[in-house]
């Protein structure tokens, strides 16, 4: 969906690096949310922001950290990046009072 | 942990022919939703059936809901090579509002 982009969309890092991943949206959506999909698994929620005020840790919060900048900007840092991390890491966003979230298209991070 | 398991993991039909996936989850819900996801893209909502609903359709969609035996089915009708992807079930739970937990999903492959 071209709503909602992510930058970038594949990177290669090595163990002990910080790395961003960043999200814009615009579908004036309040709410947006990190997600990461390891193979032949479902999402999991690693941190979603209902506003730009309101940050919430998700499943699994832990080695990463978020910014929301703006209504239609999130980024994602991994903070010392770890091999378990390699992953497709999704953004997606939501309008509040509504159920259904629009993903972007993904950056596959690989973390040697 | 994940909500919501799919079965099977894995479905390949002839083209024309119905496919069904089933997903179960454990705690109450207030919606539950199929998604889909062309290989290692970002994932695209098919359909919301909310809690006090048992049925519903959209286009080749067919989307049951028992809330008694947590549980949903998702059935695609005359399916097309292109419905190619893997699907999978989200839900809110009861206390979680604009929170989504997704299962493993069901992939499924339509031989032309």
């Known amino acids: 969906d071209a709503d909602v982009t992510q930058t970038p969309r594949n990177r290669i890092t090595k163990t002990g690096k910080r790395i961003m991943l960043e999200c814009s949206q615009t579908?004036?959506?309040?709410?947006m949310y990190w997600y990461r999909q390891d193979p032949g698994l479902g999402l999991q929620l690693i941190y979603y922001?209902?506003?730009?005020?309101?940050?919430n840790k998700g499943e699994i919060s832990d080695g990463y950290s978020v910014s929301r900048q703006a209504q239609a900007k999130f980024s994602l840092s991994l903070e010392s990046a770890i091999p378990n991390q390699t992953a497709l890491y999704f953004c997606a966003t939501s309008m509040a009072g509504r159920e259904t979230q629009y993903f972007g298209p993904g950056t596959r991070l690989l973390v040697l | 942990s994940q909500q919501g398991e799919e079965d099977p993991q894995a479905l390949s039909i002839q083209e024309g022919e119905n496919a069904t996936m089933n997903c179960s989850y454990k705690t109450s819900i207030n919606n539950l939703q199929w998604y889909r996801q062309n290989s290692g893209r970002g994932l695209v909502h098919l359909i919301l059936i909310r809690s006090n609903e048992r049925e519903k359709h959209s286009g080749r969609l067919r989307v049951t809901l028992d809330t008694s035996k947590k549980s949903s089915s998702l059935l695609i009708t005359a399916s097309r090579a292109a419905d190619t992807a893997s699907y999978f079930c989200a839900t809110t739970p009861g206390t979680s509002y604009g929170k989504l937990t997704f299962g493993q999903g069901t992939i499924l492959t339509v031989h032309p």
């Open positions: 922001s209902f506003d730009v005020k309101d940050i």
């Open positions: 579908k004036g959506h309040d709410r």
